[in-house]
């Protein structure tokens, strides 16, 4: 298994490595190595039905930046790149990050 430093070092051009992790039964979580300081990740939110995964997810966006002490942020898929979920290491819990759609 190469380590993280092995992982860091590929060839710009390489291939991203993939790490997948399921944080709860049946919820897939696919991590990329970007860099050093940069890592995405993935999720189906197909898998997260209901209020118990909306609790999946932000127990899982919590779980990271807790350990991180960072702010972990979530992006639409191929959407913008603002941030409409993410957990505050200030707040110390997940936020919404845009307004609700008027209704």
């Given at each position: ?10 060839p710009?051009?390489?291939?991203t ?51 991180l002490?960072?702010?972990v ?19 110390s ?11």
């Amino acid at each position: 298994m190469p380590t993280a430093a092995e992982v860091l070092a590929r060839p710009p051009e390489a291939e991203t490595v993939s790490l997948r992790v399921w944080p709860a039964p049946g919820v897939l979580a696919i991590f990329r190595l970007m860099s050093e300081t940069e890592i995405d990740f993935d999720v189906d939110l197909r898998e997260l039905q209901g209020q118990a995964g909306v609790d999946t997810l932000c127990n899982f966006l919590r779980a990271i930046g807790s350990e991180l002490g960072k702010p972990v942020l979530m992006t639409p898929e191929g959407g913008s790149q603002d941030p409409v979920l993410g957990f505050d290491p200030v707040l110390s819990k997940v936020v919404l990050l845009v307004d609700p759609a008027p209704n």
